[in-house]
């Protein structure tokens, strides 16, 4: 992406560009949000909102943040079908984006549907972490 940017400015100090470096730079955007979703959720850089968990007992903790985790996997689980099914239906179509290049739109929107499966996926880990925990009280109370 660096690099592009800068081929695209020294480009248009002769006059030429690319003609597609907004593009691109879209999806690459959108492909590094959703594949580094995963990792940041498994490392707990995510934002979390702890003003109700910082105010219950220690002992629900567990279940609030297996609850949590839950309804999040079912929340991106649906998205993630929903995107899948736009996938397919961009591959079967053959659907391009309207600018010069053409992009054949099922591949940038492929990089979000990975990111969704492995953040559900994540998300199942994590899920299943905390039962195992739970199951041998090793979860910090």
């Not at 590094?32 to 105010?55: C, K």
């Not at 996938?87 to 984006?97: A, D």
């Not at 499966?117 to 925990?133: A, I, Y």
Request: glycine letters at 6%; one cysteine or more; proline letters at 4%.
């Amino acid at each position: 992406m660096f690099v592009h940017i800068l081929l695209e400015i020294v480009m248009r100090l002769f006059g030429y560009s690319t003609f597609i470096l907004d593009e691109y730079i879209g999806y690459a955007v959108a492909a590094m949000t959703f594949l580094g979703l995963p990792y940041v959720l498994e490392r707990g850089g995510l934002i979390r909102v702890a003003l109700v968990l910082d105010r219950l007992p220690s002992r629900w903790h567990w279940p609030l943040e297996l609850v949590i985790a839950a309804s999040t996997l079912v929340a991106f689980g649906w998205l993630s079908y929903f995107w899948f099914l736009n996938v397919v239906r961009s591959f079967q179509r053959g659907i391009t984006s309207g600018t010069m290049v053409e992009t054949p739109l099922w591949l940038p929107e492929s990089a979000v549907l990975i990111g969704l499966w492995l953040l559900c996926l994540t998300l199942v880990v994590r899920s299943l972490k905390l039962l195992t925990q739970r199951s041998h009280s090793t979860y910090p109370m």
